[in-house]
């Protein structure tokens, strides 16, 4: 799969994208607002790891984002189960030096547009670590809206945070 949008886009992963995901995820500023099956320091055999998963995955939900010419960041989907079956949890994270130039939040509205084109999903949603406001503006310039805040429900390095949810529902994707 391949989307672009301006000089970037989102693809599918490839092996060749080993070396740019452990030089740009082996960042603190990323790993602390993200869950902690995140690594941290991230190696070249946590990348490795990823990509064979992430390689043979069925279906395709979880994708780089890039330039032309190498990974800069990856997004993706958690397919929720049970009576949460038409649900996903979206994620996503960029390296440092691409922040602040609206790719996320160009990455995060494909995203959703392909997830909401290609699989059943009534809603998507987003947690959100209290102290990680960027990224909540991230979301609501994407569309997506407030939803709750989990008091003090993530632990994180030895401190409670709240969790900010976010959301947008099919309907309201549609509407645009």
């Known amino acids: 799969m391949k989307i672009s949008f301006g000089d970037c886009q989102i693809r599918s992963y490839s092996h060749s994208d080993k070396e740019a995901i452990a030089k740009y995820a082996n960042n603190y500023d990323i790993f602390k607002n993200l869950k902690n099956r995140f690594p941290y320091p991230y190696t ?3 990348a490795e790891e990823w990509l064979i ?3 043979t995955q069925d279906p395709e939900i979880n994708f780089a984002i890039a330039t032309e010419h190498e990974l800069i960041g990856a997004i993706g ?3 929720q189960d049970d009576v949460n079956m038409y649900s996903a949890e979206i994620g996503y994270w960029l390296a440092k030096p ?3 130039k609206g ?3 160009e990455a995060l509205k494909v995203l959703t547009k392909y997830a909401f084109e290609n699989f059943e999903f009534n809603r998507i949603f987003a947690g959100v670590f ?3 406001l960027p ?3 991230v979301l609501e310039k994407a ?3 407030p939803e709750a805040r989990l008091r003090k429900s993530v632990f994180k390095e030895g401190k409670f945070q709240d969790q900010l949810i976010y959301s947008i529902l099919r309907e309201e994707f549609e509407i645009k």
């Open 77 to 79: 989907l958690e397919i």
């Open 53 to 55: 998963t992430v390689c």
């Open 98 to 100: 691409f922040w602040g």
């Open 103 to 105: 790719i996320a939040t």
């Open 44 to 46: 070249l055999e946590d």
């Open 143 to 145: 569309g997506y809206k």
């Open 135 to 137: 990224s909540a503006k």
């Open 130 to 132: 209290e102290l990680n």
